[in-house]
């Protein structure tokens, strides 16, 4: 039964620390009512009264049972993480402890938060706009210094101030055809067309470097599936061992090692490749396991990021290799052919395979060129350039919003071209900024803040 709040005014609780025990755990507490709910148990001071941003230590109790000693701070509206009033309860890290002290506030009227729950009030209350809050579970779950870096960028407002430049722009350009509009009886220009054009033109480059950055973004998100595919014997799995650093993958001279699939997360340069060690491929190989371990192979070829075809240069023909990127070519594969036992090669195969795109040469057992063969990797996924210092766009959602900005500035551009009238240039304007407004959160839904933002975890 509630205490203290009537529904519109609730206050949440959650567990903002890992469940589990640990040294302290955090308890979260956000709402009209959170200080004198916190209050009503806390033993020392009457924390209604003291400063925000401030700690107090003290016993927890409730009738006669001691909860806990803690530590409790302050934080009231507006300077909160929520924009509403805050207190976070650092207790010891029991999970019975943190339980029960959750469910004594629940008693007392608080809510149990939804998924995200706080960072959604704080985009409510506009503490943040919608790409920081989405940037806020981005920051929890990076795990290099390139995803760490974007979501920082963007938590902080990087992405925001980007979108808000273009906003203006784009305003400035709706003022002038306004202008425009209001002279039209005068049958004078009134606004230089070229000036209006040169301004949509910079629009769309900007848009356009915003929609380039992507391609990184989504690596730097979600890393990049790489199939190591090739003949028996051809040395993938001492790649894989030699790539990582450790003996992963069994190796040896027999034709057929490799049966089942192998997954290892290498980090090159920040950018995580998942690399997927497989079976080699050969027809008729009479064994039902290592067939089956073959159509794996040619399922992850399938569906790889980067197929890198390994091959044993001393016996491999360049027809052969030939046939071999037709046929990745035609499939849409995006691959590296990879020559291996460089250093047993009799003959300087350089000079023959030298036609060939996307080809390095390396010994796997030897550690030869595969530092050549990293920087190859980075180029075939990130073009090679990987700035997390300007802003990259790394959620699908801002991408597709952008790709439909494109598609409106484009048609602002066709319309000025053709000396459409003002008045349906100010349509497509419109439009333009309906799909900023879409990714910032000034445009949108209940059900998609709810989609957005159950992803988040509990206590965040
Ligand atoms: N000389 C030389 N031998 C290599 C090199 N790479 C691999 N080998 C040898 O080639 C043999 C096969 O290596 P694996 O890594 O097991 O080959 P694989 O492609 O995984 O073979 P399967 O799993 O059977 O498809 C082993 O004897 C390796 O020691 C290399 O760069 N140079
Ligand atoms: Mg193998």
Do not use: W
């Amino acid at each position: 039964m509630s205490r203290y709040f009537s529904d519109k005014y609730d206050s949440i609780v959650a567990l903002s620390t890992p469940v589990g025990i640990g040294a302290i755990g955090v308890i979260r507490v956000s709402g009209e009512n959170a200080i004198t709910v916190v209050n009503s148990i806390f033993t020392s001071k009457d924390l209604r009264s003291v400063p925000s941003h401030t700690l107090h230590v003290g016993l927890l109790k409730i009738d006669f049972e001691i909860l806990d000693e803690v530590v409790v701070s302050i934080f009231k509206n507006p300077h909160s993480y929520t924009g509403e009033d805050v207190v976070e309860i650092s207790c010891h890290g029991s999970a019975f402890i943190q339980s029960r002290i959750i469910n004594v506030l629940v008693e007392l009227g608080c809510r149990l938060a939804k998924p995200g729950e706080f960072t959604q009030r704080a985009f409510l209350n506009g503490k943040l706009d919608l790409t920081q809050a989405e940037a806020v579970a981005d920051l929890i779950a990076s795990n290099t210094n390139a995803s760490r870096n974007t979501a920082m960028n963007s938590m902080r407002g990087g992405f925001k101030s980007v979108l808000s430049s273009l906003r203006e722009k784009l305003l400035f350009f709706s003022s002038m055809i306004e202008l425009e509009l209001d002279f039209s009886t005068e049958d004078v220009e009134f606004v230089d067309r070229t000036s209006l054009e040169s301004v949509i033109n910079e629009l769309i480059s900007n848009n356009y470097k915003l929609l380039n950055s992507f391609k990184l973004g989504n690596v730097i998100k979600n890393g990049v599936q790489t199939a190591i595919i090739g003949k028996p014997n051809t040395g993938k799995s001492t790649l894989l061992n030699a790539l990582l650093n450790e003996n992963r993958a069994i190796v040896s001279d027999i034709a057929g090692t490799t049966r089942d699939t192998i997954e290892e997360i290498l980090n090159i340069d920040s950018i995580l490749f998942r690399l997927i060690d497989t079976a080699g491929i050969r027809d008729n190989s009479g064994d039902i396991i290592e067939n089956l371990g073959i159509e794996k192979s040619l399922e992850k070829m399938k569906t790889a990021d980067i197929v890198l075809y390994l091959f044993d240069i001393n016996k491999t023909s360049v027809e052969e290799l030939k046939i071999v990127v037709d046929d990745f070519t035609q499939q849409g594969i995006n691959f590296l052919l990879v020559g291996n036992k460089l250093d047993i090669s009799v003959e300087n195969k350089e000079a023959a395979l030298s036609g060939f795109p996307n080809l390095v040469l390396i010994s796997a057992k030897e550690d030869q060129n595969l530092n050549e063969l990293r920087d190859k990797l980075i180029e075939l996924s990130v073009g090679g350039d990987i700035n997390t210092e300007s802003t990259v766009v790394t959620n699908i959602r801002h991408y597709e919003a952008l790709k439909e900005l494109d598609k409106s500035l484009k048609e602002v551009k066709t319309g000025l071209e053709h000396n459409v009238p003002g008045d349906l240039l100010s349509l497509d304007i419109r439009q333009c900024l309906y799909y900023l407004g879409l990714i910032t959160g000034e445009i949108t839904s209940e059900e998609q803040l709810d989609m957005i933002f159950s992803k988040f975890c509990i206590g965040k």
